[in-house]
């Protein structure tokens, strides 16, 4: 088992990489990989952008800070 608190970055790489190497196809691997939009609340979502836009490296960066918790 692997989590982490969005499942989309390291993890979710991570995990897209070991079923390309046993096999899956690209398109089921993106079908799965896109799940993680609709799993992550928008509450926490929100939460996270806010931190995001307050943070020196994104300048109050909205669209930058959502690009980060999305895994369009």
Sequence with gaps: MVHCTAGK???GV???LVLSLCGV????IS????LT??????EWKE????HLINDPNLKGDTAGAI???GSK
Excluded at 31 to 34: D, F, G, M, N, V
């Design 37 to 42: 939009e609709i799993g992550l609340p928008n």
């Design 25 to 28: 196809e690209d398109e089921i």
């Design 31 to 34: 079908q799965e990989y896109a």
């Design 47 to 50: 939460t996270v952008i806010k």
């Design 9 to 11: 970055d390291r993890t």
């Design 14 to 16: 991570i995990c897209a």
């Design 67 to 69: 690009s980060m918790v």
